[in-house]
């Protein structure tokens, strides 16, 4: 991926929610959060990103509205 391809996913994609494990949780807990997470937007949300990585996850979204119901939910 490019530099400009990034600007051009920041834009689309302007609000950002990351999503850690908890204290004490183990990461297969911190991944199926994440699925369920992901299956949750898929349902209830149109258009949204997810990049996952070794120790957390960023979801992303082009609405605030839409990251606001999700933080709520997954927060």
Same mark, same amino acid.
């Given at each position: 991926?490019? /530099?400009?391809?990034?600007? %051009?996913?920041?834009? !689309? $994609?302007? $609000?950002?929610? !990351? ?5 004490? =949780?183990? $990461? /297969? ?6 699925? !369920? +997470?992901?299956? @949750?937007?898929? %349902?209830?949300? %149109?258009? $949204?990103?997810?990049?996952?990585? =070794? ?8 609405? !605030? ?5 999700? +933080?709520? %939910? @997954?927060?």
């Amino acid at each position: 991926m490019n /530099s400009a391809q990034r600007r %051009k996913l920041k834009r !689309e $994609y302007p $609000y950002t929610i !990351e999503l850690f494990p908890g204290t004490g =949780w183990k $990461y /297969s807990d911190h991944d199926d959060n994440v699925e !369920e +997470a992901r299956k @949750w937007c898929n %349902k209830n949300i %149109k258009r $949204y990103s997810v990049d996952t990585f =070794w120790d957390h996850a960023k979801f992303k979204f082009i609405t !605030e509205k839409d990251a606001v119901i999700f +933080a709520l %939910k @997954w927060l």
